[in-house]
């Protein structure tokens, strides 16, 4: 079982990929296996600083071991290389099933982490 | 007495007016004049000399990893960003810490240890004759300003007469810099954008309640607008500053108009004295 997440404007996987990592309005969890997707509303949209490891604990809570996303900064990149989580690149406009299509594929780069 | 140098807005003279103070003060008492701008101190340009470094230090959350049970706690407690719990360790990020040690607070098991981190350091000279300046000066890329002020402030503690520099802005810096003083020169400049400022600052300064006067430096001759709002919330106007080609070019070279310019250190006099009379202190 591989759960996938994705930062995304809204909820559901038919909802635009969100570009920005820690502040993307939603992030979504997909089950590749069984499909089941969940959706978490990102509650660090407003915070004040520190929000990529914050997001990225978030991930980890959830079980992921795979995100895409447009872009992670450096201390996101940190946390996320310290927690076993792969980071792949969406850098289309289309929605969390498009991403999640493109990324079963084998289509998507993954992010440089170090 | 203490004195706090704030304004609104960058680049409209406290620094200037805090150099020249503090030379035209030194001729005659001791005094020691505090640089809170603390990522961009600049008054040791005025004052050039040797300086002794105190480094700043701040606590931040190292984690016993034999003790940690990863339960989350800590992570979700900072608010800033610092722990970050995954699925074998917490990742620390000291430099996003800002030391209020809530993590260790919270930790249920007593992983949580503090260690000192250095993120700035405080620069003493003595450059002048009965002059101490003491420069806080914040490492690049740190975020707690407020820490290396209060270093700033605390070395500077025992003298009879302390001026402290402000940063600009109105931001949490500003209000430590603020914080104990007795009163508050408060620069502006007669333009719009001063004026705007001028009033945020004003209100701080009432918020805090400290009383202030204000300078008006670069002067243009038609201050109105500034002179009306000052008369409406009861600020006096201490001292003028023109603008002017000859003040301008002592400046550049890094002098003090105090001690260059006729006529100038007996201004800063009086406005030393007006700032006494307004904090309520004989001079």
């Known amino acids: 079982m591989i759960i996938v997440g994705i930062t995304a404007r809204a909820a559901g996987t038919d909802a635009p990929v969100e570009q920005r990592f820690g502040r993307a309005p939603y992030f979504v969890f997909v ?6 997707a969940e959706s978490v509303e990102n509650p660090l949209v407003d915070a004040a600083g520190g929000v990529g490891p914050r997001a990225v604990q978030i991930f980890s809570e959830h079980g992921a071991t795979a995100i895409i ?24 406009s289309g929605s969390v099933a498009d991403a999640l299509a493109e990324y079963t ?8 982490l170090a | 007495m203490k004195i706090a140098i704030a304004s609104g807005k960058g680049g409209t003279g406290k620094s200037t007016v805090a150099a020249n103070l503090a030379c ?18 600049n008054l040791h340009l005025f004052f ?5 470094d105190v480094p700043v230090t701040t606590p931040v959350p190292e984690i016993d990893p034999a003790r940690c049970t990863l339960c989350g706690e ?7 960003g610092a722990l970050s719990v995954l699925k074998d360790r917490v990742l620390v990020f000291p430099h996003l810490c800002r030391s209020c040690g809530g993590c260790s607070l919270v930790c249920p098991q007593g992983a949580v240890r503090e ?16 002059l101490t ?3 806080g000066i914040l490492n690049e890329g740190e975020v707690q300003a407020p820490a290396v002020i209060r270093a700033a402030k605390m070395l500077a503690q025992g003298h009879l007469l302390i001026l402290y520099d402000a940063s600009p802005g109105i931001a949490c810096p500003v209000i430590e810099t603020l914080e104990g003083s007795d009163a508050c020169i408060l620069v502006t400049e007669s333009t719009p954008f001063g004026l705007h400022d001028l009033r945020l600052a004003a209100e701080v300064v009432d918020r805090i309640g400290i009383p202030a006067g204000v300078v008006i430096n670069r002067s243009d001759g038609r201050d109105e607008e500034t002179l009306d709002f000052c008369r409406e919330r009861g600020l006096p106007v201490i001292m003028t500053i023109p603008f002017s080609r000859e003040i301008a070019a002592v400046q550049n070279r890094g002098g003090l108009i105090a001690a260059l310019l006729p006529g100038w250190e007996e201004r800063f006099a009086g406005l030393f004295e007006a700032m006494a009379k307004i904090a309520g202190v004989s001079p």
């Open chain 2, 133 to 135: 300046l003491v420069s």
């Open chain 2, 74 to 80: 800590c992570g979700k407690f900072c608010r800033f």
């Open chain 2, 24 to 41: 035209m003060l030194s001729r005659t008492r001791e005094v020691a004049l505090v640089d809170c701008d603390v990522e961009e101190p």
């Open chain 2, 48 to 52: 050039p000399g040797s300086a002794v």
């Open chain 1, 31 to 36: 089950d590749t296996e069984t499909g089941n």
């Open chain 2, 115 to 130: 260690v000192s981190r250095t993120i700035g350091r405080v620069a003493c000279s003595c450059p002048v004759p009965r």
């Open chain 1, 105 to 112: 594929a084998g289509n998507l780069q993954p992010l440089p």
């Open chain 1, 69 to 92: 996303t447009g872009q992670v900064g450096g201390n996101a990149a940190k946390a996320l290389e310290a927690g076993g989580i792969k980071a792949y690149a969406y850098r289309g």
